[in-house]
């Protein structure tokens, strides 16, 4: 056909990368319409964790991101006193979401005992609490907005990287990179948290949601876990999180997964959400992370806020 095609990689968050990338290319108009397409397959290429680089002394040494999530929720729990009970209601949360989703790869509702007893991965996390090996694919299509249509406005959309292994930081892993990245998009989409009606945020595991909402400013800092049991992010909440079900229920297809995030903020933005609809959601933020083991301050993250 003659068109450009250029492929975007930044691991967990190659999707909102892409996106990013697709609203730049339209708003200096280079382009006029761009589609940004995530695709993974993994049911058949991944056989357990995803293999450690060969330079990266951290995850040869084992490393891997389970580990280094369970390190991050047992550094969480000392600073701020939260249980396994606590993580637990993230899945069950976010699995009840995804029970009403018919997009999500796993459909059914856990109580926290079937949480807390899945097989255990990497202490305190168990199975349920991490999210599994995904196959699928997301697309947007972005163009400059035309009136009396379904479109839905880019408010803002911010990518940013942080530093690895942040000695400075005396926070869990990403908080830093992710609070800054969406003090960013808050003044570039001239809101506050307060005005968010929803969020789909990157919950690759449990411990995930929790530090992120919070250096979102979603919740104050070691409020997390009470916001949750509160029912302040459930559907029918003030915040409902991850009304897809999240990385965990929807499923995490890696490349694909910041644009089923920014798909499910649309469909609740256009009310066309079904059963896990946001009622009267106007302003809707997307999370993501991605990035190696070696230091997820490191990470890139893209923060988006779509609506208004």
Request: aromatic share 4%; net charge negative.
């Amino acid at each position: 056909t003659g068109l450009p095609i250029i492929t975007v990689e930044n691991a967990c968050a190659s999707g909102t990368t892409a996106y990013h990338e697709a609203r730049a290319a339209v708003e200096s108009g280079r382009y006029g319409c761009v589609l940004a397409l995530g695709v993974e397959h993994m049911s058949t290429r991944f056989d357990g964790p995803i293999a450690p680089e060969p330079t990266d002394a951290e995850q040869a040494g084992g490393l891997l991101l389970p580990a280094l999530y369970a390190l991050s929720a047992s550094r969480y729990a000392a600073v701020h006193g939260t249980t396994p009970s606590d993580l637990a209601q993230v899945a069950v949360k976010n699995s009840g979401h995804g029970a009403r989703n018919p997009r999500a790869q796993r459909r059914r509702a856990l109580t926290e005992a079937e949480v807390l007893g899945s097989r255990p991965i990497a202490e305190p996390l168990t199975l349920f609490q991490c999210a599994g090996l995904t196959d699928a694919a997301a697309a947007a299509v972005l163009g400059p907005r035309r009136r009396r249509t379904r479109d839905i406005p880019i408010r803002a959309s911010v990518l940013r990287s942080g530093r690895a292994w942040d000695q400075d930081s005396e926070r869990v892993w990403g908080f830093d990179v992710i609070r800054e990245t969406a003090s960013e998009a808050y003044a570039q989409a001239g809101i506050t948290p307060e005005e968010v009606d929803l969020a789909e945020v990157h919950d690759a595991f449990t411990i995930g949601e929790l530090v992120t909402v919070e250096a979102l400013g979603l919740a104050p800092e070691g409020r997390a876990a009470e916001s949750v049991r509160d029912g302040e992010f459930t559907l029918g909440g003030r915040r409902p999180v991850n009304p897809s079900g999240g990385l965990l229920s929807r499923g995490h297809p890696l490349g694909a997964t910041g644009l089923a995030q920014v798909a499910e903020a649309v469909w609740q933005l256009r009310e066309e959400a079904g059963p896990r609809q946001v009622e009267g959601a106007r302003t809707a933020l997307v999370e993501t992370m991605g990035g190696g083991a070696s230091g997820l301050d490191a990470n890139g993250c893209v923060v988006t806020v779509l609506g208004g």
